[in-house]
């Protein structure tokens, strides 16, 4: 027989993760990375919000990560993030973060990230975003 959260702790609801692909009650999450790109800062920026362990794949230094996640992804563009196999293709840490809280994922909070987590990498901004502006 299976308690729910209401039974087991009555003066409070919490929330469990019922996920059937997560491994000893953490999800596995596999983050295929640029090692700093704005997009790439901002998915571990989440992953850091949240406190997630997770395996961050170099897909710049190693070409092998590369061709994993497109064979993966079926597609060229990161970051890819996937999450107990749901493979999210081509997100923003904002993106990663919105699936997470609508998939019940991850509980909400008010820590801020370190990094934003909707920002392009550096080279793909407009020159008057990539400017450094002193007052």
């Known amino acids: 027989m299976r308690l729910n959260s209401s039974q087991v ?3 409070r609801r919490l929330d469990f993760l019922l996920l059937s692909d997560m491994v000893g009650g953490v999800m596995k999450i596999i983050c295929y990375l640029k090692p700093s790109c704005g997009w ?5 920026a989440i992953m850091k919000k949240y406190n997630l362990p997770y395996e961050d794949r170099d897909i710049i230094n190693d070409p092998v990560q590369r061709q994993e996640m497109i064979e993966k992804s079926g597609q060229m563009l990161s970051p890819c993030v996937e999450i107990d196999g749901k493979m ?11 699936f997470m809280l609508q ?5 909400p909070n008010e820590v801020q990230p370190e990094a934003p987590t ?8 407009h020159p008057a975003e990539s400017q450094i502006r002193f007052r």
Do not use: I, K, T
Not at 103 to 107: P, R
């Open 103 to 107: 998939n019940n994922l991850v509980s």
């Open 40 to 44: 790439s800062m901002g998915v571990r």
């Open 118 to 125: 909707n920002q392009p990498c550096a080279h793909e901004m």
């Open 9 to 11: 702790f009555p003066s």
């Open 88 to 98: 999210l293709a081509d997100v923003s840490g904002e993106e990663v973060e919105a």
